[in-house]
């Protein structure tokens, strides 16, 4: 009785078991169904289209769009052009920077003797100073500080062009600078057409207002 009741109770399990992968079976068809359906009905992506590259053309820069003022006129020219800012134009030679020669103290020290002998015979009435030439002045840079309490005293409050009149009476148009009591544009004409190099020292003598009569000393020629 016993045993019938296990083959009994086993054959009920291979039955349910049978029912249960049924079932299974089942439900997988319907969800492998249902996405079949759901492809079949779902758009299709649309193919990538290709894009041409684009080509760029030149644009006419003459025919550019003008004010009804200027249609009538030339084109401007935007080139840039090199100005002589003050003075004749002149020619220079830049000189070799890495080629720089220094004074001698000695020589320096002799120039600038020489050239405050030259001033104490000038008139007092006009006012003057002793200026000694460094690398500074003469080459690179070419700025020239004149002394502060001279500026302050004599010239003018403002900006202003200064002309210096060398001992053979050819005048050169410079720039001064009142804020920082210098010479800018113009002075480096001035150095290199007179070949000022370091150690030469200068006596200014202010004659007029914005005029000053400039007088040479060489550091490396002899006293004449």
Known sequence: MAESKKKL??????????????????????????????????????????????????VDRSAVRRSNRVADKPPPNYKEILIEPLGRPRSYKRKDLLNRVYAA????????????????????????????????????????????????????KHDEYVTLVDENGDEFQTKYLALKTGLSGGWRGFAIDHELVDGD?????????????VYITRVNQAED
């Open 201 to 213: 020292a200068l006596v200014f003598q202010l004659v007029a207002p914005t005029r000053f009569k």
């Open 9 to 58: 109770t086993y054959e009920e399990c291979r039955l349910k078991r049978i029912e249960e992968n049924k079932k299974r079976w089942q439900e997988l068809k319907l969800t492998m169904l249902a996405e079949d359906v759901h492809n079949a009905t779902s758009p299709k992506p649309s193919p990538m289209k290709k894009v041409k590259p684009t080509v760029r053309q030149e």
């Open 105 to 156: 103290d000695e020589d320096r020290q002799y120039a600038i003797g020489r050239a405050e002998q030259l001033q104490s015979e000038f008139d007092a009435d006009f006012p003057s100073f002793v200026k000694p030439m460094l690398q500074s002045h003469v080459t690179g840079g070419f700025w020239l500080g004149l002394p502060v309490h001279f500026c302050k005293t004599h010239l003018p």
